[in-house]
Each structure stands twice: as C-alpha cells, then as structure tokens.
C-alpha cells in the first residue's frame, strides 16, 4: 500500500491476514508475521504499554483502506506469544494491557550498561526516572520507557551483578559499578 | 455347459435384461458342475431373478461369473446336507438339442425301448414326479426311492426298511422296464405284465403294484401304499388316449445316463446356510415363469385402449377412430372440442383404471409409462413452458409417474435370512446404490460435482424406489460398505461430520488441485476488487465454488475446508461469510 511507512508488513493489505488462520501451518506464519509487525510498530511508535482494547482501533490492527480488523481474541493470543519470549508481559492477569519490549529486558540492560559505562557514569546513583525521563537520555532508544519495565531490565544486571537498586525515599535509584 | 457369460455393473452386480427382476441374494455360495467343484467359483453370491441365476465370485468377480437360465433348467432338487457337506440345490438342465418343453430324452440304455417323440408340453407337473421312480425290495417288497446317481459302478443303497442290499439286476430291471412309475410312451411293445395291469386299470383304480382294486377317490393304495394313478385330461392326450396312465412318469434318462456321460446338472452349494429361502424363491420363479412374459400377448382391452394413450392431442383424425361411439359426424370447432374431449376421457379412463389396484397399475404398468412418456414429450414440444425448471419438474414427475421397477432397489425379503444377513443387505444395497449412481441415465453424481451428501443421496435414492423405502441408518451402513466392497464410490466423512459420497478417483488431492487452478484462473481475470492488492489474487465464497464445481453449499464448503487444511487455501472471516483466498503462507 502506497503510503504506509515501510515497517508495515505487505500482509497488511492482504483481508486473511486479520483472521487467524485455522491451518496451524498457515497460523505460524502468520503469528511470526503478527509479532513482527506488532514490534515494528511499537518501536516506530516508541510504544511501551499496549491497551489491547485502546490498540484495537489503532492502525496496528486496524486496517481501513480495507476495513478488516484482528479481532480481539487473536490480538491477545499474539501478544501471549510475545509473552512466551519475553518480548511482552502483562501488566494485569486479566490481560487488557501489555508492557511491549521490542528489545528483550536483556537487550534493554546491555544498553544502559553500555550508555553509563560510555558516559562515565559508573558508581554513581541515578534514579530510575532520571533513567527514563532525564534530559541526557531522551537521544537513548529506552527514554519513556515505562518504570516496571525498567525495573524489570535493572533486575538483569544486578542479576550480572554490576547494578544495585535501592529505594530513596518514594524513589528508587540505581548504581552501577 | 449352460453357463453364460455374464454382464455385470459397475457395482459388480448381475446386469439385469429388461424386464428381469431380482428376487433373492446369499452369498458364501459355491458353484458344482455335475459332481465336481468348478475352480475359481467357490465363493461368491448367488442372485436369483425371475430369468435366471447368477453365480458372482467375491474375488476377481468380472472374470469368474456365471448366469444360467431359468428357461434351461428342467426341474432342481433340494439336498438338506450331512455333516460336512453342505446343503445344495442341484439344477438339472434341459438337454441343449432338445426342443423346448420337451420332457424326454431318448434312453440310450434301454435298447428294446425306442425312442418316440412325444408331443411337447409346454406346462407339466410332471417335473416334480420324476423322481418317484422305485425299486422293489424283494426281500420285504418296500418301495425303495430310485438312487438318482445309479450307475455300473455307483454303491447300491440297502433297503430302507430291511437293510438288505439288493442284487443290481433289481435296480436295472426297475430301471430299464417300463416300472410303474412309468408311463409308456404310446408305440411301446409291452411287457405281459405292464399288459395285465393296463387291462386292470382299464376298469377299475386298480393298485399297479398289488393289483387291489381301490376307490376310485383314493390316491394311494389301501394295501401297499402305492401311489395310484390320477385321471387328468393330459394323460389321454399324451398317451393317445389308449392308455390310461399307470403312475407318475417319470423321465427315461435318469437312470439310463452311462456313467461316462456328462450329467448336466449344476449344483449352488449354501456353505452359509440359506438354501430354504432361496429354494422356495426358486420354486416361485420355475412356476411363475417370467421368461415367457415376454412373448405373451397383453390384455385385449387394455391393448386396445393402448392405443388411444400414447395419442397426440393434435392428431384429430386418430381420435376419431378411436371413438367409435360418435356415430355422428361432426365437423367444425366443435367437432375439434369433442374429438380432444373424447381423448381426454379415454386417457382419464386409462388412469383411474390404473391405479384401481395395484394389480391391475401392475399389469397397466406399460401403457401408464407410455402415457407419461407422451406427456414428457408434448411438454419439450411445448413452447409455451418456456420456462425451463418447471419443464423439468413436470418431466421429473412423469418419469416418476413411469414407477418402473427400478434395478436399484434390493429389498430385505430379497435377501437370505441366514447369519450374515444384515452385512449381505447392506452389502447388496451397497452395490445397488453404487449402480445408481453410476447410472449413465441419471448420472446424479455428475450433477452434483462428484460428491453428494448422504441426505440428499436418501432422498434421491429412496425417490428413485418409489416403494420400499430404505431406512436412513441402512444407508449409511451401506455406505461404509463400499471401501470393503471397492465400488466405485466411496463414503468420505469431512470434518465437521458431514458424510458425502463421492467418485473413487476423485481425491483430495484432485479436488485440492481443481479449486486452485480454478482460483488461478479467476485471479488472471482483471482484479474486481480494487482495494485489495494485486499480488493477493482473488477471494471466492463456498457459494462461487458451489457455482462452479455444482457442488451443494455444505459440499463446497467442506471441500473448501479440505483444500485449507492441505494448505492451498486460507480464509477471511468478514461480514459476509467466510471468504477464501489463495494461501500465501503455505510456500514459505
């Protein structure tokens, strides 16, 4: 479709692509496909939390150039296969919304590793908003990224065992050495 | 020998001639010729109809299938079984160079016995008598049954009551003298004896055997129990009308055969039982004699009212004629209106006296077909019925009308009772079925795109009877049959259920191949569908399938299911159904 930024797959034009296939071959494709897409497009989009219900009517699994919609059912049996690697998690067990990590938390780790050990500052506290929300971070591709995901990406390197987070006061801050 | 060779359907079953109705099936049946076992004919069915009997081997059935002829068959006996063998029916056949109906074959053993041609008769009861031949025991004077294989080197029977075996030359003597059970042919020369007892019976009812002048009413005699002779016209006209018949003749050649002879009897051996309903199906048939329906003429009235049926309506001048009873004659208009109005009631008449009773519908049967073909036609002639179903529908009901005794239908009571029975029905209506469909006339499968759901077939099926409806339960029963059977359809259940028979040759596979190429050929066609991109081709609904291949809704919609699953089709469940797409995640 002429138009659609390229991370938009070609199915997306295609009306069976927004019904889940019965086949289980033609499933897997098509799932594969699903979280491609649903990938690309939250990290075009710099989106963190997906609400499934909100997102339904989102371009993602909507498509009006020829009015076909993923129904709901399959959206979360994709976002569940997400989950199943750590690319997604829910934030509730009644599943109405997902934290999306286009990157794994492992991935996500390495790169703030990376950012601090780059920018000198190893052994220092920072708070996990100045992580997120600071003014030197917003060029980083974590920047907005939401707290519990954060927290959940920190968890990987103090599991390494090169970071500690610690509560000051409401907030918590991190150090990594 | 008098076998013939025999066509048989698509579905293996006997090819029936026209007018030639089955009448009784058991299979587990094997095949003598003579005393000897025919080889490759040991198991398989045997079909009785009202012309013949058909011998089907289970294995290699087109190869090893035999008919034979009612019309050839002189008279069959009934042998119950012992022990190990099984019962049979022996069919002993009308010698090949003798004419039709004849009785006799000249007894080539009896050398002061000539042969005489004795008038042809074409009805006799004489078939059943002809083994009443006996001998004499001279121990205890008993009258032994006549061993029907006696021979120079066949074992002589003992008495039945003494035991004791006789000397051979009693069996030959009963054999070659004109015994009691005899009857002379006219030009004989006579024993003193058989002379005495002609001058006795000439007066009274008098025993052959022990001379003792019964009661004229008796039929067997007071002192010994012999069967007495009984008067009926037939005896004077076939002895000449001298003699006066002495007991129950009985044909020379029985005994006379020479042991080198070929005898010409055929025998069904019943290993799976079966063998009391079949012979009484026999007896039936032998008496009612179907084969000379043939040539027999019809009723007068209803031949002259025949005429009348198969009329045109616009052929005026005919129908004049035909009505005798307007004397006067008139012309113009209204002579017009009478002549069609006379038409109208003679074929009124022919219908309400058709179907007055079954009888008379029966033996109408005919003349009701007529009609309703010349319905058929003024229909197709008619330019008016430009409507095309409703000329079909009221040519589908004048066929129907015809109610002609479909080859199709196998009927419980057609089928032996004995311990196999119910997998023998289905089995048999398995076969029957299969024929149906095969039917070039009808070719209901071809209609329907080569698959047709089981409660349609039902319908159609049990349409196609017309009486003697068949259970829905027998039809499946039958229809799981026919892989066993390898018939040339075969019973294919799709996923949700839904049971369909369709074409042997026509595979998943196949059909598989049919929709996709199909699809291809659509997406060739210019996009209709604007909106939708190019590379996708187009989409189909089970109803264009349906369309295409004439499959029903449920059969297109299950076909098309079956293509998904194989992974050629996937599906787009929108608005307005399921719409299917040529599947682009199967290559990758």
């Known amino acids: ?177 | 020998m008098a076998f013939r060779k025999l066509d048989l359907t698509p579905a293996l079953r006997p090819l029936l001639l026209p007018n030639e109705a089955l009448l009784f099936v058991q299979d587990a049946v094997g095949l003598y010729e003579g005393r000897y076992k025919v080889p490759n004919h040991q198991n398989g069915s045997a079909y009785l109809t009202t012309h013949r009997i058909c011998f089907v081997n289970n294995d290699e059935s087109r190869k090893y299938s035999a008919a034979l002829d009612l019309k050839d068959v002189e008279r069959y006996d009934l042998y119950n079984g012992f022990l190990k063998s099984s019962p049979k029916i022996t069919l002993y056949m009308r010698p090949s160079d003798a004419p039709l109906g004849s009785e006799y074959r000249s007894a080539s053993r009896s050398p002061n016995c000539t042969p005489v041609q004795t008038p042809p008769r074409s009805s006799t009861p004489l078939q059943s008598l002809s083994v009443n031949r006996q001998w004499i025991c001279p121990i205890c004077t008993f009258p032994n049954p006549f061993p029907s294989n006696f021979g120079p080197s066949a074992p002589i029977p003992p008495c039945l009551t003494c035991g004791v075996k006789p000397n051979r030359s009693v069996l030959e003597g009963a054999m070659n003298s004109p015994a009691p059970a005899t009857r002379p042919p006219s030009k004989e020369p006579y024993s003193d004896s058989s002379l005495l007892q002609v001058g006795i019976h000439k007066s009274k009812n008098a025993c052959p055997r022990c001379t003792f002048i019964n009661d004229q009413a008796l039929r067997n005699c007071e002192i010994c129990g012999e069967i007495l002779s009984v008067d009926d016209a037939d005896d004077s006209l076939a002895s000449g009308g001298s003699i006066s018949r002495t007991e129950s003749p009985s044909p020379a050649y029985i005994g006379s055969i020479p042991s080198g002879e070929q005898i010409d009897s055929v025998k069904l051996s019943f290993r799976g039982g079966g063998e009391k309903p079949f012979m009484e199906k026999l007896k039936g048939a032998m008496v009612q004699r179907k084969w000379l329906l043939e040539q027999a003429p019809t009723i007068p009235t209803i031949t002259a009212g025949a005429a009348n049926l198969t009329l045109d309506t616009r052929d005026g001048d005919l129908a004049t004629s035909n009505a005798p009873e307007t004397t006067e004659r008139v012309v113009g208009v209204r002579g017009l209106e009478r002549q069609s109005r006379n038409l109208r009631m003679n074929n009124e008449r022919a219908i309400a006296g058709a179907f007055e009773d079954l009888e008379a519908l029966m033996s109408r049967a005919k003349e009701i077909i007529a009609l309703a073909e010349s319905f058929a036609t003024q229909l197709s002639d008619n330019p008016s019925l430009a409507n095309s179903d409703a000329k079909q529908a009221l040519s589908n009901s004048a066929a129907l009308l015809a109610l002609r005794p479909t080859d199709f239908s196998v009927t419980k009571d057609q089928i032996s009772s004995s311990s196999s029975s119910t997998s023998l029905y289905h089995a048999e209506l398995a076969r029957s079925i299969a024929d149906f469909l095969a039917d070039d006339r009808r070719s209901i499968l071809k209609k329907e795109g080569g698959a047709i759901t089981l409660v349609d077939l039902w319908a159609i099926y049990n349409r196609a009877r017309g009486i003697e409806l068949i259970s829905p339960s027998d039809l499946e029963n039958a229809a799981k049959l026919f892989d066993k059977l390898q018939l040339p359809v075969r019973l294919r259940q799709f996923k949700s259920g839904l049971l369909v028979v369709q074409e042997r040759n026509k595979t998943d596979e196949k059909v598989a191949k049919s929709v996709l190429v199909w699809l291809d050929s659509l997406s060739e066609v210019e996009p209709w569908e604007l909106k939708t991109n190019k590379r996708w081709g187009r989409s189909i609904l089970a109803r264009d399938a349906a369309e295409n291949f004439g499959w029903s809704i449920a059969v297109a919609t299950e076909e098309l299911e079956m293509v998904e699953e194989r992974g050629g089709l996937c599906r787009e469940v929108g608005v307005e159904g399921v719409r299917w797409w040529k599947n682009p995640w199967n290559s990758n």
């Not at chain 1, 692509?17 to 990290?43: D, E, G, I, K």
């Not at chain 1, 993602?60 to 059912?73: A, G, Y």
């Not at chain 1, 997120?132 to 927290?151: A, I, K, N, V």
């Open chain 1, 1 to 177: 479709m002429a138009g659609l930024p390229e991370y938009y797959p070609d199915f997306y034009s295609f009306p069976p692509f927004f019904t889940r296939q019965p086949n289980a071959a033609s499933w897997s494709s098509q799932l594969a496909q699903w979280r491609a897409f649903v990938l690309a497009y939250c990290r075009a989009h710099k989106l963190w939390r997906l609400n499934l219900v909100d997102a339904l009517a989102s371009p993602l699994f909507t498509n009006k150039d020829i009015n076909r919609h993923l129904p709901l059912p399959t959206i979360r049996e994709v976002v569940d296969d997400l989950a199943a690697t750590a690319n997604a998690e829910w934030t509730s067990p009644d599943k109405s919304a997902a934290y999306i990590y286009w990157r794994t938390p492992d991935d996500f780790a390495t790169q703030i590793y990376t950012y601090l050990d780059d920018t000198a500052q190893k052994g220092t506290v920072l708070t996990l908003l100045e992580l997120t929300d600071g003014d030197d971070t917003t060029s980083q591709e974590w920047y907005g990224m939401e707290q519990p995901m954060l927290e959940r990406c920190l968890a990987v390197l103090v599991k390494r065992g090169v970071a500690q987070v610690f509560s000051v006061g409401d907030d918590k801050g991190v150090k990594v050495w």
